[in-house]
């Protein structure tokens, strides 16, 4: 009898307690509050994490024809998903300091990844006192910037981060994970959200995928005997009596070795190893894509690529270290036109020729 009374008790005053509880509706329209509401007890859920649209992944591009695979160490290797993700870092105005510069701002896809100024400023405005080169191909080599300083693509992808955007790192990272598409991709590519580890990783993951081919001097190679004009056909000719050839090796057609050509007043290598003997060199650009990407050298003094082969045919500049593989040769005009014509040949296509759709 107790027992049932204690339940009927319980069950009314549960009753009771829901009923006060619910608010009911004013019928006019209630006083604005004099005092601040009180906090609710408990917080209110927070909101469903956002469903977050993933870009596809774009498969790898297939090599060229007449590539080797670049190498890649074994504590960043090439997978489709970091590729992607640094293909989208490339064109990020996020990278940056302050959100006006992307690394594409000076290395623009339709100039073969140059900038086209002969030096360009940084984010901050200090100038560089190099020019912007190629981005094409830089798997391939062993050494980065014009004086080699940089022995790995994770550290100069890390260094332009911070020189030429100006970035805090640590502040970016933070940006990244604030957009959920980034950090998305971050986890899918890496298994962690942005790091300021990871992402110089997607950036030297896609400069290793970033490559090109299928140019008419490729076709040439493949047994396309018509894909060369006949004045390509002897421009290639002279390139190789001339020597060219000896520093400007296919397939990227460079040594990456440093060499003097008496271009310019900058201790060049010097830089990178403190030695005299080093004064003056440069690592020689390759020269696939080449006529898209004036101006020349690293300096950008030469306007033209007829300027820049005009300077080369006559053997450089002399000073001390010029290098003696390189030595003047005697071509007319129709004949230097001809180099030209070879060199235009290079002209191949992109495995990544436009921009990402940024989140
Ligand atoms: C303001 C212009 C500018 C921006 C922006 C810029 N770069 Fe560059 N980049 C250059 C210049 C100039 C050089 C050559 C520097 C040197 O050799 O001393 C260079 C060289 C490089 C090289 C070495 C290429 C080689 O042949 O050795 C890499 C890699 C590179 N940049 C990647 C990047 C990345 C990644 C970003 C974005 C994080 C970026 N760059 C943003 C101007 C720029
Ligand atoms: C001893 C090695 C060597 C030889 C031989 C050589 N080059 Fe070069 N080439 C270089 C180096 C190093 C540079 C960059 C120099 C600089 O910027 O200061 C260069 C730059 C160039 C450029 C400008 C590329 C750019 O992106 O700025 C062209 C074009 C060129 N060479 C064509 C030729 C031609 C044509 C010949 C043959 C007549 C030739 N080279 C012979 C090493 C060589």
Known sequence: MTR?????????SVFVACKTAETPKPVTPAPAPVAEAPKPATPPAPPPEPKVE???VKPLPALPVGMVEPKAPAENPVTAEKAELGWFLFFEPRLSKDGSMACAQCHHTDKAYTSGNALDAKVGGA???RNAPTMVGLGFHSSWYWDGRMAT????SNAAWKGQLGADPAAVVATLNAVPVYKAMFVRAFNEPATVDNVPKALATFFRTLNTGNSAFD???AGDKAALSKDAKAGKELFSKGGCVSCHVPPLFSDFAFHGIGIGDDAGRMDATKEEKDKGLFKTPGLRNVALTAPYFHDGSAKTLDEAIALMAKGGNKVATQDPLLKPVKWNAKQLGQV???LESLNGELTYPDAPKLP
């Not at 049932?4 to 009314?12: A, K, R």
């Not at 693509?153 to 100069?156: D, G, H, K, Q, T």
């Open 127 to 129: 100038m560089n006192k």
């Open 219 to 221: 076709k040439d190679a």
């Open 153 to 156: 693509l994770e550290a100069v």
């Open 340 to 342: 030209k014509a070879f």
């Open 54 to 56: 993933l870009p596809a």
């Open 4 to 12: 049932l009374c204690w339940l009927v008790l319980v069950v009314v």
